[in-house]
């Protein structure tokens, strides 16, 4: 399968961010954190299930990629955002690998961080670094 996209990744946001992004003061960087991961994970599990194509994974890669570039990164936020950036990178290779065996490795690992992410979520819960 020939890539649509064509061309490296974009590390611009597809839309305007009108004065930057907005963070709930009522949550911790852990858990704002915690919020991106699992949206970044239902971005690659949606690709991975089949429900979004690859220009959609692109797109959504590169969205991710700009929120977790806007997130606060304290040390217990960091524990899940380096997960979350190496699925993003993943994804990202994904949406711009060239021919069938590239991609289905890169699906591979998408799949295996999509498993560490949730790992480190739980994790984060566990310790006590999120409150719900």
Request: charged share 20%.
């Amino acid at each position: 399968m020939e890539n649509p996209l064509k061309g490296p990744p974009l590390l611009v946001p597809l839309f305007p961010l009108h004065g930057g992004v907005t963070v709930h003061t009522n949550f911790t960087p852990a858990e704002h954190a915690n919020f991106i991961a699992a949206k970044v994970i239902a971005y690659a599990t949606a690709f991975l299930d089949g429900r979004h194509d690859i220009i959609t994974l692109g797109r959504n890669s590169r969205s991710a990629q700009m929120e977790v570039m806007a997130a606060v990164d304290d040390p217990q936020a960091k524990a899940i955002l380096d997960p979350v950036r190496l699925l993003i990178v993943s994804m990202m290779g994904t949406a711009y690998a060239v021919g069938d065996g590239r991609q289905d490795r890169w699906q591979q690992v998408m799949g295996a961080l999509v498993e560490l992410v949730r790992h480190e979520a739980t994790e984060l819960k566990r310790t006590g670094a999120q409150r719900s």
